[in-house]
């Protein structure tokens, strides 16, 4: 095995944030560097690619990835699958675990529970969001190369190619799919969010990442919770706007 994250990012600003979200800054580092510095934590994994569209208004984004000396994969834009793919073969991703760049208080250990259970060669297809039990921004995914690539005969929509794992998650007869449920007691947080995909997402993040501080990534998902519900304004911007994006 070779668990390989590949995160998913593009320079362009999203319809909701209205700017290139991935290089905004928290305490002085872009959103992006906070994502990857959380996953790093994930301690079965064993490599991190940032896969990113190919073209000029891209360029600030790849300066930073090697800037930082991070792996760096450049595909097409709007075939997000194709990226993956070509991404996974460039550096020999077997499982693939599949994160996006807005997620800067994902869960290490649930990054490493997607892991373990790809061991089972029976498997090859694992999510955190098959059915929704934890909050958003901690959704992960993995999956095997064989998976990822017998996907791609299967994917005659145009959403196909832009959500990697649909033409997988849309054929369960073709493969085998597991779901990882949240810990009991996580289910009023379930539909919290901890991604960032409006302002008022980074608002609540800013907070989150005082504590975190810029060299302690270990703060784990049980303290990031209760940090929130203990106090009105962050409870009040991580239960506020909910969008389901995958």
Known sequence: MNPVAIVQARQTGSTRFGSPKVLAEVYGEPLLWWTVRRLQQAKALKGIVIAIPEGPENDALADLVLANQWNLYRGPEQ???????????????????????????????????????????????????????????????????EALMSSVELATEPHHQEHVTDAIREHPHEFSLVNISAPDGMEPYANWRLTVDYPSDLELFNAIALPMN???????????????????????LASGITSVIH
């Open 79 to 145: 075939n997000v699958l194709e990226r993956y793919l070509r991404a996974a073969e460039e550096y020999g991703a077997d499982p693939i675990i599949r994160v996006t760049a807005d997620e800067p208080m994902l869960d290490p250990g649930l990054v490493n529970r997607v892991v373990q259970m790809l061991e089972d060669p029976t498997i090859d297809y694992v999510a955190s969001n098959l059915e929704r039990t934890f909050p958003l921004g901690l959704d992960v995914e993995g999956f095997t190369y």
């Open 214 to 236: 810029r060299s302690n990534f270990r703060m784990s998902t049980a303290d990031i919770l209760w940090l929130i519900d203990h106090r009105d304004d962050l409870r009040g």
